[in-house]
C-alpha cells in the first residue's frame, strides 16, 4: 500500500522579542513557551540557522522530562519534517539526560540535537522550559549559531510544519512518513541503554561494585531530585553497581521536580546534606534537572567544592581505565572557578585553560585534543567522552579513585590540600532581583575596572586589608579558532592572591541572578582546613563594599551560598 504524500504548509507569524539563546539555549517560563507560535518561532530559527544541510540531516531529539516538554517534542517532529530533515532520534518519550543526547549525537554521527531543558530551572506549569541546540560534535552551539538563530527570530515571517504527522514516541520502534516525495524517518530509542554501554567503556564497573555493593564497605547515597538521572541511576547503581534501592532517591522523573529546586547545592539538596550528616554514609551525589551537574559529599556531609572536585579528578585520571588507554591531555576551567586545577596541570607539566562560562568555550579545546577534563564552579564536570559536563560520569569518576586508592573522600580532598596548597572558594548567588538595579551595578563596576586609580586602593574589613593588584572585564581568545568572547565578567584582584569576580547570570528565564565569587589561595598547614566561609568573611565584606550590591538590589543576604 502506497505511503500517503504529506505537504509542507508555511505558517504566516511575526517576532515575539527577547528570544536570545543564553550560554545554555532560550529559558523562559512554561508560559511563554505556550503562546501560540511563539515555540514555534524559535525551532524554525534553530533549522533556519543550520542553512540548506538542515535537508536531508539527522537530528536528536531528548528532554529532562519537566512541563511541556512531550508538546514540545511533537511539534519539533513536524516541524523537522517540514524542513526536510530526513531522520530524527528520539528518547522514549521524549526523554534523555543532557549528557546522553552528546552522547547519542557522537555515537551515530548526526548533524546536531534539540535538547528540551532549562537544567536546574525548576519546573512546571508555573515555572521555567528551555530549547537549546547542539551542534555534530555533541556540544552546545557556539556563539556565532546562537547570534544567528537570534537575529532570525528578530526577522521571522513563516515556519514551516508538517501538521498531520503523528508519532507514538512512548513506543519504541521507528516510524517513516513521505512528506513531499521524501522520507521522513522517525527512530524512538531506549533514552538509557547507550548511555549505560558508554560509562561501562569508561570505569571499571566490577571495582566500583566491590566497594558499594552488596558486601562493600562504602555505603552511599544519591539523589536524583526527580530530575533526568533518575532512569539512569537506576539502572547503573542499583541494576550494575549492586546498590540498593534504600540508597537511591528521588529517581522517578517528576515533571516539576516534585515542586523542589533541581539544583544540586547545600541548600536545594539539604535533605541529601541532611541524611548524609546524620547517616552512616560515606559518600553522596545529587543531579540537577538534566543531569549534567553534580554535587559530591563525603562521611557526614564533607562537602567538595565543584572547584576541589574538578582538581582531585584531574589529579587521579590515571586511575579510570578510559584515561590509562587513552592518556591524559591539559584541562581547562571556567573563570569564576578557582585556580586549584591549574596547580595540578602546572606538576604535571599540562596546558591548563581559562575560558568563559558556559561549556560551549570547553568544546574546540576537547575536539582538537588539548584536553581531557574540564568542569565549572556551577557544580558542571565532564571530559572529553561527550560535549557536555556529565554529572553521573563525576560521581563515578570520584567511586573509581576511593575504589582504586582504597580511600575515603575526606582523606583524599585532605591528601590533596596538603600537597597543592587550598583554593578557598565562595559564590554568592542574588537570585530573582530586579534587572535595572543589577545592571546599574555592572555598569558602575565597569567604570571601577576601566579606571586606573582603582590599582593600588586599599580597603579593610573585619582587621583585614585588601590592596587592588589589577582588575578587568574578561575576555577570552579561543586558541583553536581564534574566536573571541568580551565582557565575561568582572575581576578584582588583590595583592595577596585573592579574588572577587561578579557576573549577571544568563540562565534564568525572569529577573536578574547576580553572583558574586570569592576564592583566595592558602598553603599554610596550619590553615588548610578551616572553614571556608570563615576565611573569605573579610574579602566577602569587600565585594560587597566595592559593588554596593547591598545598596543597589536591597538585598542584604544571598539567596544560596555555596
Known sequence: MPMHNRSIAMIPTQPFDGQK??????????????QPKYTENFVQSIFSSIGESVV????????????????????????AAGNRVSKLIVG???????PAVSNVIRKYKTDGGFILTASHNPGGPDADFGIKFNMSNGGPAQDSQTNTM????????????????????????EYEFLVEGRIFTVKVIDPVED?????????????????VGEGGKLKVLINSLHGATGPYVDRIFSQELGCPKSSLIKTNVLPDFGGGHPDPNLTYAADLVEAMRSGDYGFGAAFDGDGDRNMILGEKAFFVTPCDSLAVLANNLDHIPYFKKSGVKGFA??????????????????????????????????????????????FGTGSDHVREKDGIWAALAWLQILASKNTTVESLLKEHWQEFGRNFFTRYDY???ESKPCEKMMEDLQKYVEDAKSIGKVYTALGKSFTVSACDNFSYTDPVDGSKASKQGIRIMFSDGSRIVFRLSGTGSSG?????????????????????????????????EISQLRELTGRQEPTVIT
Open 21 to 34: 539563546p543564553g550560554t545554555s539555549g532560550l529559558r523562559k517560563t512554561v508560559k511563554t513557551f505556550q
Open 56 to 79: 536531508g540531516s539527522t537530528l536528536v531529539v531528548g528532554g529532562d522530562g519537566r512541563y511541556f516538554m512531550t508538546e514540545a517534542t511533537d511539534i519539533i517532529i513536524k516541524m
Open 92 to 98: 522514549k518519550g521524549g526523554f534523555m539526560s543532557t
Open 150 to 173: 537570534f537575529q532570525i527570530t528578530k526577522n521571522i515571517k513563516s515556519y514551516n510544519i508538517v501538521h498531520d504527522i503523528k508519532v507514538d514516541f512512548d513506543t519504541l520502534g
Open 195 to 211: 548511555y549505560v554501554q558508554l560509562m561501562q567503556s569508561i570505569f571499571d564497573f566490577g571495582q566500583i561494585k566491590q566497594l
Open 333 to 378: 576551567r571556567s573563570m569564576p572557578t578557582s585556580a586549584a586545577v591549574d596547580l595540578v596541570a602546572k606538576k604535571k607539566g599540562l596546558e591548563c585553560f581559562d575560558t568563559p562560562t558556559g561549556w560551549k568555550y570547553f568544546g574546540n579545546l576537547l575536539d582538537a585534543g588539548r584536553i581531557s577534563i574540564c568542569g565549572e564552579e556551577s
Open 431 to 433: 537570585e530573582g532581583c
Open 512 to 544: 536578574a541572578t547576580v553572583r558574586m565569587y570569592v576564592d583566595s589561595y592558602e598553603n599554610d598547614p596550619a590553615r588548610l582546613f578551616g572553614s571556608a566561609q570563615e576565611m573569605l568573611k573579610p574579602c566577602v565584606e569587600v565585594g560587597l
